[in-house]
């Protein structure tokens, strides 16, 4: 009977080839038999992500009708369709109304809200799709002895699996043999270099997921070379399964915007509710039992008045404006809400490469000898300086330095070219950033080639650590002259790699035209120095040369690389964007803090971070083995001061997004890789890199960055603060209005009983609709004001009438009452007593309702200043929504078929001009509590002086 292996679920990194094989029962030259397949198959089923199922679209549509201001809505429409069916009934419905005209007003904006928030939310969930894809559809495999092909899914652990450039790994598995073999992990550790993998290496349990070099992972690219490896786990277990584990187990979470909005609609609700209660036990006391059918109608009225039925298209739309806002500053919002939740990110956590840096290896200066260099340039362009104490200095006289950039050019297989009048590098970035700094001085590699054409090239190793290149010296060739400690050679070996490796092989060194010995002092001072660029983050390499004319044939690789001459030191690194140190001292001016976190090593993440002022000199770095020690509690106690995190997991940093948010900070998370996908999901805002960004990434964020820079994240929260400031202007205008219109119908049967009520559903919702939702619409174009990146987050839990905006509305909503129950009472009586339909009243103080609030709008569009203050044009929809709202009010009180289908009345043009006359109040009393403030704030500082 065939024994199924132990649970493969091993820190295989710490075992040698022969006991992985032993574990899982495998054999290196025959492979599994079938039968042991078919009982490993049965005992952990196919090597695929298996997915969880998601709400059905269905469930999505009915959570729209759960919320409470929509059920709210829904009961008015009931009980306002039974009393119409009620009067169809008894005859005493008026001939030229309609039945049922609010009923089916009320549920065609219940519907249409509801279909609103579907299309939000019903957005398929497509990350874990595009992470199924990674998975390679074949694979070659050797079972019973015999190469053959086969469907990924079927992959058991103990396969033996055959690795080849252009591959897609198809599980995690121990490399068994290697040559020359080249992963890209990107999707995994983030990282865009090749892996180098290494066989022999036996790795601590504790080893970061990017340094196990004996290992292999599922959705991985081989690069080059070859490779066998041992099948260790499959499916789930893979740590892109435990990618999608984590995938699935994220769950969102409402955003800060969708929490104020349900705390508001349930003040909204509860509020309301409580009043009618409050009218209808007022009127049964005052009047009798006998107008309750008056009191039912005022009920309803006040139901739908308080619920604000245009805010949330309102809202849908301010938040689509902002992503077209954010589209030109290259950001695309994939889900609507993030617009205004990027105004409330308190902590940006930012990937390094490509974001924060150029993605573009850089030399940033020469260590020759007798000079040291800094070397000015951007990027892959082949134009700079070269410097030394601040003072340019001439390549052309610096004979070391000419010999030094020579072999960065001979000894190098990239190639460096224009494309679209872009400089970019085909082939290995660190080759191609020599042959940019070699371009700075003007050496160019096709000139060198055809002036040095290659003989030989001994190749570069994870064991060697070193490449060299044997060139013969054309003479004759007149387009390029040679230093001259070169050119009386008729070949040269060239060799570059580990700073160490190459000076051991170093017996001299060149100083000016001569070639001295390389004594004990000059060896220690040039390691000194290697170490100190290495300690800064830098990748150094070394290079060295040797003339060939006296070398015999019979000599060795080994041999022909000895007795090297000593040419310098040459460091590099991805080079940080120039723009994003300004935009991170932003983000500190805005009061948001960036912190770095990244899968590349400690001592890079250090300079990158201190270099852009992330962070400073001495701050704590939190590596990945570090942070697998400690509990989530411990983990919370370290977030708030550690600003680089290095060498991380994808679990680490989901870990580090949970973290922050539990000590109530609202995070925004980038990311390009599969690894990314948890932690972005997770995030407050997740941003995925447009550029770089796996299909995975993208489809688990919220937002996308065009251009994979982080100065688009801080301009896109500009953005977010901008709509949540025009977000909370558009609340208290709309808000403060509908109290005004609750107000005035709660008094209606209180000072006018079996007057009637003065407001129909249908005419609140027109102003709640038309004559709030224009001129909202238009508030939500206000421009950016100029402290808005000057001050810090709010707190993103705050309560949604937070900073005085609960007390804004019930003042202005008091102060619209008062104009309007004044207007109310004196148009009743006078309507009364004068020719015409005494009904007259109700279009009164319907249309003074509605005009107050455009002088309302107006003057909203400051908190401060004076709207003869501002730049009329610098929001001229706020101009149009104002003159087009008071044109369609007034064709409901003078077009026939407007006013029969609203119930409104005639007035005359002294009426129409009384109802404009009270509305001009609503604005004047906005721009007095202006002065007001000014006057007091004046005073203050005053005060503060004079102490």
Known sequence: MVHAPPNPALPWQTLDPDQALDLLQSDRQTGLTQPQVAERQQQY??????????????????????????????AVAIISGVLDLLDLQDGTIAEADIPFKDTVAILAIVILNGILGYVQESRAEKALAALKSLSAPKVRILREGSVREVEAKELVPGDIMLLEAGMQVAADGRLLE?????????????????????????????????????????????????????????????????????????????????????????????????????????????????NLRELLEVSLSMAVAVVPEGLPAVITVTLALGTQRMVRRHALIRKLPAVETLGSVTTICSDKTGTLTQNKMVVQSVHTESISLRVTGEGYTPEGQFFHSNQPIS?????????????????????????????AILG??????????????GLQKDTWDNQLPRLNEIPFSSERKRMSVIVANDRANPNAELPSVLADTASLLFCKGSAEIVLAAATHVLVGTDVEALTDDRRD??????????????????????PLELISADETDASTEQNLIWLGLVDMFDAPRSEVRDAVARCRMAGIRPVMITGDHQLTARAIAENLGIAEPGDVVLTGQELEKLSLAELEHHVDRVSIYARVAPEHKLRIVQALQHRGKIVAMTGDGVNDAPALKQADIGIAMGITGTDVSKEASDMVLQDDNFTTIVAAVEEGRVVYTNIRRFIKYILGSNIGEVLTIAASPLLLPASGVPLTPLQILWMNLVTDGLPALALAMEPAEPNVMNRPPHNPKENIFARGLGLYMVRIGIVLAIIAIALMVWSYYYTASTPGNPERWKTMVFTTLCLAQMGHAMAIRSNTRLTIELNPFSNPFILIAVGLTTVLQLMLVYVAPLRNFFGTHYLSPMEIGICIGFSLLMFVWVELEKLFVRAYASRRVRRDRSR
């Open 45 to 74: 089923g196919l090597n695929e992500l298996e997915t969880t199922d998601g709400r059905t679209s269905f469930a999505i549509l009915l959570d729209q009708f759960k919320n409470i201001m929509l059920l709210l809505l829904i």
């Open 178 to 290: 290697a040559a020359n073999l080249q992963i890209r992990e990107a999707a995994l550790t983030g990282e865009a270099h090749a892996v180098e993998k290494q066989v022999k290496l036996q790795l601590p349990e504790d080893t970061a997921l990017g340094d196990r070099v004996n290992l292999v992972f599922q959705g991985t690219e081989v690069v080059q070379g070859r490779g066998t490896v041992l099948v260790c786990n499959t499916g789930m277990r893979t740590e892109l399964g435990k990618i999608a584990t984590m995938l699935q187990s994220v769950e969102s979470e409402p955003t800060p915007l969708q929490q104020r909005m349900d705390q508001l609609s349930k003040a909204l609700v509860y509020g309301a509710l409580a009043l009618v209660a409050i009218v209808v036990l007022s009127g049964l006391i005052t009047v009798g039992v006998g």
């Open 395 to 423: 390549p052309a006289q610096q004979p070391e330095l000419q010999a030094l950039l020579l072999a960065c050019v001979i000894c190098n297989d990239s190639v460096l070219q224009k494309e679209q009048g872009n400089w």
């Open 428 to 441: 290995d970035p660190t080759e191609g950033a020599l042959l940019v700094v070699a371009g700075k001085a």
């Open 525 to 546: 001072r040039i390691l000194a120095k290697n170490n100190q660029l290495a300690a800064q983050g830098l990748r150094v390499l070394g290079f060295a040369y040797r």
